[in-house]
């Protein structure tokens, strides 16, 4: 990396100052290891918080193993899932605890994180891009003045060093590579889905509690916290996905796939319109840019076009099988399989040819 | 009750599947895709208007674009907001999301005092789903996104914000920042009389010596991240055709799918 003038780099939160390079150079090198904020929901650490401790040990060895992957809890009582972090990866465990992280607040949580961010001084911050993590990001990334890649979709260390996120634009169409070269951390956020996890083994670890002035809005209140606990399997446990889209046609025929997907031990996933249409209800079956990423086993889509939007959401599934009555769909090319027919005609078939296998 | 609403004109994403990647210049080819209001940017302007219909006050649209993107700024109007605010600069030109919200949080101060802004939670194009909490933070603003309702009583706001595992509600004193989703409303439509009267609408238009943001943070050259190479995913597979009877067929699709280990 060649600097030839004075650059400006911003450490912690609004402090601006001029230096000449060989401070810049140290200030940027005084930024070491990757910190992954591990959230707390349902109580338990969100599995896209363990798959990118994952992600954090395959950069750490990119790194020579000379960085230390910290995982940072933020919350009331979080603490006790530090020996879940040690397991899926982490070397150090940073826990916020306080009475005032009880409810996710975008101020509270933001001071919180870019707090422990400042006293750490992290390389690279790795935060999951679930609803929370996706307000959050933005939120920490500005009050330290620094870059953020959108949902990633591969990180990289070139041979140079240099980090390298990649981000989708224009509904997965396009893949940009993205470098923050002059700011620190570098910070990336992660749907799930996109990297994995790695076997938990049990280890101990070091746990640092951590705290800081929390400033934030008093005219700023929670008033409700509704929990929805799942019924069905998640997605991303599921080994084979049964994916529907529009050209089902109707809730009743909805059915058929349920009944599909659970002679295969599976899961339903679906397409926008067909959440949209109603004969799915449940948010997180809908799959691409605005749902979830999937790498099942096997991928099975029926009636499912094949948009951007959707297929940069299954591409790193094992073996992907899609039935559609256009010979020009899609999603045929990014199938191993394809059957152009009817699914009416094909889907009662399946059913039968598995129950006969039962 | 004065409502800011940020609209970003984008490519339609009707066509995204045709956008192509140019091997040797390695920029993408959009030529002939019509630009639109994001999508979720029309659920911004509508959650606006229909809190002036009740509190009165005014719905001011800011775009940072190009002054080709006039037109788009029009149907905003069309739709029912009170005055534009068109922030365009050559300077201004590879803003990344942080210096996106400095220009806009910039503009927005200039323009006056506002009790609320509202922006979608993401973009169609772009959709780093980034620049509304940003704006609450260069604001120093609360902020919330991911809302699916939304309900003002004229000094406060009560938002609904979806979570992974559900949701949560807050109660927000004035002056705020809010990101919507789909969820939040179904936008009215623009008529033919609401595009009349848009022509009459003030139309402002803000350079950079107009506004002052953090001087820092604006283009390219004052965004941290940095854009390298474009490529197009690769997705490609074999494709290989099975045919026969639906039997057939479905012994095919049930044995390739043991094969791949599924029980
Ligand atoms: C391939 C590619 C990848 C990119 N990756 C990143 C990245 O990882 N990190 C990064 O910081 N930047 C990135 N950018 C730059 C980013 O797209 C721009 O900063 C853009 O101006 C705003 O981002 P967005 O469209 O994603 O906004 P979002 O945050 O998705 O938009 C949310 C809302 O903010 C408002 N808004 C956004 N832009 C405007 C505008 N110009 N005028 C008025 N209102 C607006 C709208 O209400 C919109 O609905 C990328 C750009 C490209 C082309
Ligand atoms: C900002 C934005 C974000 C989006 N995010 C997502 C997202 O995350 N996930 C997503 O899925 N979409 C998303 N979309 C929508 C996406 O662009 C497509 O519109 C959508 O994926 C198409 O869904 P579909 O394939 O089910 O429906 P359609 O495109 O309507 O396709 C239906 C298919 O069914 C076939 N068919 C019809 N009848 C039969 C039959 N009897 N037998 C066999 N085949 C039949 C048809 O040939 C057709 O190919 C998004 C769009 C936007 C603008």
Redesign the pocket.
């Known amino acids: 990396m060649e600097i030839q003038e004075k650059k400006n780099i911003y450490v912690g939160v609004q402090t601006t100052q001029t230096r000449d390079i060989r401070d810049f150079m140290m200030e940027i090198n005084s930024y070491k290891n990757i910190l992954v904020f591990a959230e707390v929901g349902d109580d338990k650490v969100c599995e896209n918080s363990l798959e990118l401790l994952g992600e954090a040990n395959r950069l750490k060895t990119m790194r020579n193993n000379d960085s230390w992957v910290i995982a940072a809890m933020v919350g009331n009582d979080v603490k006790k899932y530090a020996p879940t972090l040690f397991g899926y990866g982490a070397d150090k465990v940073v826990a916020f605890d306080s009475p005032q992280l009880e409810n996710y607040r975008s101020d509270l949580y933001g001071a919180a994180l870019a707090g422990i961010i400042n006293a750490y001084h992290p390389e690279i911050v790795l935060i999951g891009a679930t609803a929370l993590g996706s307000e959050l990001a933005p939120t920490v990334a500005a009050k330290l003045r620094t870059g953020l890649a959108a949902h990633c979709t591969a990180l990289k260390i070139l041979e140079n060093g240099q980090f390298t996120q990649v981000v989708p634009a224009f509904?997965g169409k396009v893949l940009g590579d993205i470098y923050i070269p002059n700011h620190r951390p570098q910070i990336a956020s992660i749907k799930a889905g996109i990297t994995k996890k790695l076997d938990f083994v049990q280890k101990d670890g070091v746990v640092e509690d951590f705290s800081c002035e929390l400033k934030g809005f008093d005219r700023m209140k929670v008033v409700k916290v509704e929990k929805v606990h799942e019924t069905c399997k998640s997605l991303t446990e599921a080994d084979c996905i049964v994916v529907?889209?529009?050209?089902?046609?109707s809730k009743e025929e909805w059915t058929k796939l349920e009944d599909l997907a659970s002679l295969l031990n599976g899961a339903n996933g679906?397409?926008?319109?067909?959440?949209d249409a109603g004969w799915v209800s449940n948010e997180k079956a809908?799959?691409?840019?605005?749902?979830?990423a999937v790498r099942p086993k096997a991928y099975l889509?029926?009636?499912?076009?094949?948009?951007?939007?959707?297929?940069?959401?299954i591409k790193d599934s094992g073996l992907i099988i899609s039935?559609?009555?256009?010979e020009n769909?899609?999603?045929f090319a990014c199938s191993d399989y394809k059957v152009v027919?009817?699914?009416?005609?094909?889907v009662p078939a399946l059913i039968e040819e598995l129950k006969s296998r039962k | 009750m004065n409502i800011a609403v940020c609209v970003k004109p984008v490519p339609d994403?009707?066509y995204?599947?045709q956008i192509k990647i140019d091997p040797v210049t390695k920029t993408w080819d959009r030529s002939g895709i019509p630009t639109v209001i994001?999508?979720?940017d029309k659920h911004a302007l509508e959650a606006a208007i229909s809190i002036k219909e009740k509190h009165g006050g005014k719905v001011a649209v800011f775009t940072m674009a190009p002054p080709t993107m006039k037109d788009t700024i029009m149907q905003a109007l069309g739709m029912g907001a009170d005055e534009a605010y068109l922030i365009s600069d050559r300077a201004f030109a590879g803003s990344d999301t942080l210096a996106t919200s400095n220009i806009l949080a910039a503009a927005i101060r200039k323009a006056g005092n506002f009790d609320l802004v509202i922006t979608g939670n993401?973009?169609?194009d772009g959709?780093t789903a980034q620049v509304s909490a940003q704006l609450g933070e260069w604001l120093e603003m609360p902020h919330v996104m991911n809302v699916t309702k939304i309900d003002c009583d004229g000094s406060s706001i009560f938002v609904t914000a979806k979570q992974d595992n559900g949701s949560i509600d807050y109660e927000i004193g004035l002056p705020a920042v809010v990101g919507v989703t789909r969820k939040v409303n179904k936008p009215r439509f623009v008529s033919i009389m609401g595009l009349m009267k848009a022509k009459q609408k003030p139309f402002n238009v803000f350079t950079a010596n107009d506004i002052e943001p953090d001087p820092n943070f604006v283009g390219l050259k004052g965004s941290p991240t940095q854009p390298g190479g474009i490529a197009s995913p690769e997705m490609g597979r074999k494709s290989e055709k099975i045919d026969g009877t639906p039997e057939e067929i479905a012994k095919r699709i049930v044995d390739e799918l043991y094969k791949a280990g599924i029980k």
């Open positions: 509904g529907g889209g529009f050209g089902i046609g679906c397409t926008r319109p067909v959440l809908m799959i691409g840019t605005s749902g979830i889509g029926i009636g499912v076009s094949g948009a951007a939007h959707h297929t940069c959401g039935i559609n009555k256009d769909a899609p999603i027919a009817d699914y009416k005609k094909i | 994403s009707k995204y599947d994001s999508d979720l993401e973009s169609d959709s």
